[in-house]
């Protein structure tokens, strides 16, 4: 049985528990006052000052529980958790979501489904577990050299996949240049212009603008 002691819920043993049965923080009375946690307002997040307030009261053992909660109920957060533990587990994500990528253009088996919200989300889900530059960049340039090779594999494609192309180059560009990695990606850029020549929808053209505009100086 659990009681009110005036700031939360606790259990009345102090037993070791599962997360899942962790105790409510009470909010603050001002907060109750304005209609939080009531049926309007069930939508309004934890702030970060609260959110920091509340993990101060956990337990060592409460937080072990909670990691290892997120650790087994949601792949991102298992991802997460495993790059700050293990330093090659970044290399075997990198892998996992640039397979991913590629397999929207050419899968192991039948055609590419082209899902261009599973490509941006796995370009997101890598940048939120990674700070790696190089890699960052690779996944980018994953994206658009499997775009590219579909559409001369296929032929024409139609308008929002060349937009779609072009936007993630224009993308990879400025994020190589700031990155400092122009030198590391520059001969792939170009290739990309290069293997595009003949295809319509002006996509050839839209990327020989963005490569030269990068990359005049260092011609």
Known sequence: MEKWNGEELIAENQAP???????????????????IGSSQ??????????????????TRAELEALLLQLYRKNSECKELI??????????????KYKKQIASEFFPDRGFGRLRYSVMRKALKNFRDIS?????IAELMMTHVEEGVAFTNEYGDI???FYDNIA????KALGYITNHNLKTKFMQRCRAIV??????????????????????????
């Open 158 to 160: 139609d308008e929002r």
């Open 82 to 95: 495993e790059a700050k533990l293990d330093p090659d587990s970044e290399a075997r994500v990198f892998e």
């Open 167 to 170: 936007g993630v180059y224009e």
């Open 41 to 58: 307002n069930q939508d309004v997040a934890m702030k970060i000052t609260e959110l920091k307030n509340g993990i101060a009261l956990l």
């Open 131 to 135: 700070t790696n530059h190089e890699l």
């Open 194 to 219: 290069d293997q595009t020549k003949g295809i319509g929808w002006g996509f050839h053209d839209k990327l020989g603008e963005l490569y030269y505009s990068c990359f005049t100086e260092d011609i």
């Open 17 to 35: 528990r599962d997360f899942a049965k962790v105790r409510p923080i009470r909010r603050h009375c001002c907060h109750r006052a304005a209609g």
